[in-house]
Structure formats: C-alpha cells, structure tokens
C-alpha cells in the first residue's frame, strides 16, 4: 500500500522539485537554490505554452464530444442485439486497439492532404478519432450491456415518449460508463504526440509537442514545469471519474 | 437485400463503421497502396514489392524488430505478473477503501510523455539515484553509474512501460476480482485445499481472463509505442514506430514509401501476433472469450 503510493506519487514530487530547481548540478541532492523561473515563463504571455494549451483543450475537447456522439448508438445495438455481421463488426473496432496507428495515420495524411486536411485543427481532430472511437464503443457497449433494455419498454408501456425513456431510464443507468468513456476519450487524444505531429505537420502545436520540444531542448526546469501542467488535465479527467471505475471496466490509455 | 435486414439497426451502426472505415481501413489500405508502388508524390504508379525486399536487406529494421520483439515481451511479461501479485496483494485493501483504486489511477493517467520526462530525473547518469550512489560512496563520478536511459538494453524504456502497466492490469484484475467475490476461494478452503492449491486452481483460472486479455492490450501497445522509446531510446537501435517516423520524415521524400512499407508490416505483425496469442491462451487456459472490454 506505502509502496503503491510511493510509486505513484513520488514522480510527481520530483517533478515539481525539478521544476523549481533553478541549477541542480551534480551532485547536490536537493537543488541548491529554488527558483520560479520556469513556472514564469510558462505562465507568461509571450511563450507558446498558453496557446498550445488552448490547441490541446480544443481538440481533446472536440474528439470527446465526437468519439462519444459517434459511439452511443452502435454500442447500444452492440449490447442488446444478436445479428448476422455482429462478429465482424466487434472484429473491425478490436483491430484498431490492438495494431499500432502509424500505418493508417501516414494513410490518413495522403488522404487529408487531397482534402486540405492536413495542418488543420479539424484534420488533428479527426485523425484521433482512429484511437479513440473504438474504445469508446467498446466501453460503452460494456455499460449497455449491463442494462436491461426491458426498462425501456416498461418506461414506454407507461407513455414516456422516446426522449423521456432516455432522459430518466436509460441515460442514467449508463451515465457512469459514459462519463468513464468520455474521460478515457479525453486522455487518448490529450496525450497523442505522434499522430499530431504527422497530420498537423508541425503547425497544429499541441502541448506534448512543445514539451518534447523543451525535453529535447534541454531546458529541464521548463520541461518538467510543462510535464506537470501536461498531466493535470490528464488526471483530473481520470480523477473525476475514478469513482464509477469500480464498477465499470477500465480501459486503456 | 436478406429479409431480416434490418436498416434501423445498420444506421445505428453506421457513423462508427464510417469512422473506423473511412480513417482505420481507407487510411491502411491507402498506405498499402503507397508502399506498393503507387506513391504519386514520386511519380510511382505500378504494382511493386521492392519497398518491403529492401526491407529484407535492411540490417537496421533487423536490430529494430528484435529490440521492439525483446522489450514489448520483457515489459508485458513484468508488467504481468507485477500487475497480477499487486492485485491479490491489494484485494482485501481494494475491497474495504476506494483510495487504492485512486492510487493506482494516478501512474494510468500520467501520460507517458511525462512518465518518460520524470523517469530521467531519477535514473539518467546524473539523476537523483546516481546521486544517492555517489553520496553513499558508491560511485565517483556519472560515468560509473551504470547507464539505465538510452542504453543498449532499453532499461529505460523497460521501466517506463512496467511503472504505467503495472497499475493497469492490477486494476483490471482488481475490477474482475471484485465482480467475481470469494465464494469459490471460501468453497475450496472449507475443502481442505492449501494456499498455493487456492490460488493454482481457483484463484489464478477466474482471473486468468483479465490478465489475458490485459497483457495483450499492452503487448500491443507497446509493440506499436512511440513516444517512450523516442525520448528514452537509442537513435540505433530504435523502436519500429521510432525508425519508421523518422524515415517518414526524413527531408528526402524517397524514404516515404519504405517508410510506410515498415509500418504497415509492424500492422500485420502486431495483429498476427495477437491472434497467436488468443489461440494459444486458448488452447493452454480453455478461454472462451478473453475479452472483458
């Protein structure tokens, strides 16, 4: 249990020291002299933190919405119906989590650049699409599943109309799976570097593309000032949802 | 059209059949397409296999291949059974506090960007652990601390994996535990069975599909990793993805089409290998369906 939190926690701490170390040279232990330097000029105006971060919140933000919009009427039929071609559905959206995204994303590029796709916030956006859909759907056919449909024709038999079915029985009932597959929709696409950097080309700047540019520029207290800001987003997604993971299965990052 | 077709159920289905058709199977039919000899860029415009030939006489794809076989292996493998003793060693905590399924939730949501950035404060030559070894008296100066980022054998990288995957199976097999209860472990106790017998024959079959089905998802992932392996790595050997982006990119747009060639055979080989592998737990473990998604 102390380990566990140790594990988890102990990467932060150093983060945030390292942040704060103004020079920690070899080989002092603790940095000798503390400095705000780098959260200053990750919070001033002229840095391209502030705008990354925007890009970063627009897009995650937008590919939520979308993945989740997208997956809630094919996980529902997923859940609850047997048919022919089910299998090979279940098929199509497993191939995307278990192969790696490169191939399709640089087959992505060559389509988007017919388009004037490529370099653009909308093309970014769709592009993250490819990893975050299928886990959606497959999280929320999960959550659909253990809900029986028979509520919904109870609700009816009682004259709720379609809307009403889904506003009082059946939204509830799935709210914490879909809040689980929203949250996991927003890390996916907030932590993708490389399929940005392919079909942005370098001019959608995202904040784990400024970060690798201060990991492998050499400005450490920067890029660890950046890691920290990089990954609070991430866990307060994770976070607000942690509740509902006991019962929902988790899914991957 | 069959009789029992039904348009209502196949438009419900549609805009993620659109998503995953469109941008996953156009997107790898179109890069299979490029790396087949119709790269336009280039003028190409005939059927040819003569980017996956040089492939097969491309001594760094060799290296490249059988660093990401070796480390996707080692890691999943750690991360296994880390990830597996962690949740029977948590399972009476997980059942009486939420706090341990927020703790392990932390390393999961760490992107691995800033897992990687955090990793190389305290195991590069002069971070905090070769710190400690030359305060200790261990070690004089950086160059003896043994090299743990951008070596040979990818201990870096390696560590990464396991810090976030640990957490993520252990978490699975936790939420799987939970689920089943301990009635079959009470039944087998009051049965005279041991410790060792509960967890052979009880305990480690019901969880068996979790860590199954976990471990391949990390495989997968980690097969087809980026990010880690380019800031943890070496230039040579790197990683698959790391080796096809960067000839992907490479200012001379001839690499492109080889480039691409690597990538889709990384997507054929990844999917191959999982196949294997839910054959072969299969056939050892009588898994029906691995999958708990």
Request: no cysteine; hydrophobic share 60%; proline share 6%.
């Amino acid at each position: 249990m102390i380990a566990v939190s140790g594990v988890a926690v102990i990467p932060l701490l150093l983060l945030a020291a390292r942040s704060l170390a103004q020079s920690w040279f070899w080989p002092s232990l603790l940095p000798p002299v503390w400095s705000i330097r780098a959260w200053q000029y990750v919070f001033s105006p002229t840095a391209e933190v502030f705008p990354a971060l925007t890009t970063s919140l627009t897009i995650a933000l937008a590919v939520t919405l979308l993945a989740v919009t997208v997956s809630l009427p094919a996980a529902r039929v997923l859940a609850w119906q047997e048919f022919r071609g089910k299998r090979a559905v279940i098929f199509a959206l497993l191939l995307p989590v278990l192969t790696p995204p490169l191939a399709a994303t640089m087959g992505v590029h060559a389509l988007f650049l017919r388009y004037g796709l490529t370099d653009t916030l909308i093309g970014v956006a769709l592009s993250h699409l490819i990893s975050t859909v299928p886990y959606a759907t497959l999280m929320l056919t999960g959550s659909f599943s253990r809900f029986d449909p028979d509520y919904e024709a109870q609700a009816r038999t009682l004259g709720a109309d379609g809307f009403d079915v889904w506003r009082h029985v059946t939204f509830p009932a799935i709210a914490p799976g879909l809040a689980v597959a929203a949250s996991f929709a927003f890390l996916i696409s907030w932590s993708q570097y490389l399929t940005t950097l392919l079909i942005g080309g370098g001019r959608i700047l995202t904040l784990p593309l400024t970060l690798v540019a201060f990991q492998r520029g050499g400005d450490e207290a920067i890029a660890a000032a950046l890691s920290l800001v990089f990954l609070a987003p991430a866990a307060a997604a994770a976070f607000s949802v942690a509740r509902f993971l006991k019962e929902e299965p988790v899914g991957k990052i | 059209m069959p009789k029992n077709f039904n348009v209502r159920r196949w438009l419900m289905l549609s805009p993620v059949l659109a998503v995953i058709g469109v941008l996953f199977v156009g997107g790898l039919a179109l890069a299979a397409a490029q790396s087949l000899g119709y790269f336009a860029p280039l003028g190409e415009s005939a059927l040819t296999f003569r980017h996956y030939a040089a492939l097969i006489n491309d001594r760094e794809v060799y290296a490249s291949l059988w660093l990401t076989l070796k480390l996707a292996a080692v890691a999943t493998f750690i991360s296994a059974v880390g990830g597996l003793a962690l949740a029977l060693g948590l399972r009476e905590a997980a059942r009486r506090s939420r706090v341990v399924n927020l703790l392990l939730q932390i390393p999961l949501s760490v992107p691995h960007l800033a897992m990687a950035g955090a990793l190389i404060t305290v195991i590069a030559p002069s971070g905090l652990l070769a710190r400690a070894a030359y305060a200790a008296g261990l070690i004089q100066q950086p160059a003896d601390f043994p090299a743990l980022i951008n070596d040979r054998y990818g201990a870096g990288i390696v560590l990464a994996y396991v810090l976030k995957e640990v957490p993520f199976i252990a978490l699975m097999t936790l939420a799987l535990l939970a689920r089943l209860g301990d009635e079959y472990e009470q039944a087998a106790r009051v049965l005279g069975a041991s410790r060792w017998q509960r967890f052979r024959y009880v305990t480690l079959p019901l969880v068996a599909p979790a860590v199954v089905s976990a471990s391949l998802l990390v495989f997968a992932f980690i097969f087809g990793a980026f990010e880690v392996p380019f800031i943890l790595g070496r230039p040579f050997p790197a990683m698959l993805s790391v080796v096809a982006q960067q000839r992907y990119l490479d200012a001379n747009l001839v690499m492109r089409p080889g480039a691409i060639a690597l990538a889709v055979f990384s997507t054929l080989l990844t999917a191959a290998l999982a196949w294997a592998y839910l054959r072969l737990t299969r056939a050892l473990l009588g898994l029906e369906r691995p999958f708990i998604l």
